[in-house]
């Protein structure tokens, strides 16, 4: 009985959001035009990509030491 609850709760969801990409397809964006007029997009744009960067190599970091520890568990 759970099941159908799941897969109709996803449906509904996945409606509701793509029925919000489509509402927003013909008006501009302020913000963007106001930052990419004066230049603080490559701003935006580099302090966002710097974060997304550290993100993954903390994720890579933390992927390597659970390699290792999983490693000395199966070992002992």
């Given at each position: 009985?759970?099941?159908?609850?799941?897969?109709?709760?996803?449906?509904?969801?996945?409606?509701?959001?793509?029925?919000?990409?489509?509402?927003?397809?013909?008006?501009?964006?302020?913000?963007?035009?106001?930052?990419?007029?004066?230049?603080?997009?490559?701003?935006?744009?580099?302090?966002?990509?710097?974060?997304?960067?550290?993100?993954?190599?903390?994720?890579?970091m933390i992927d390597r030491r659970i390699g290792?520890l999983e490693k000395e568990l199966k070992n002992?």
């Amino acid at each position: 009985m759970i099941k159908p609850l799941k897969k109709t709760v996803s449906l509904v969801a996945m409606l509701i959001l793509s029925a919000s990409g489509f509402a927003q397809q013909n008006q501009p964006v302020e913000m963007a035009d106001g930052l990419y007029q004066s230049g603080k997009i490559y701003v935006v744009v580099t302090v966002l990509s710097v974060i997304f960067a550290g993100i993954i190599g903390y994720l890579i970091m933390i992927d390597r030491r659970i390699g290792k520890l999983e490693k000395e568990l199966k070992n002992k």
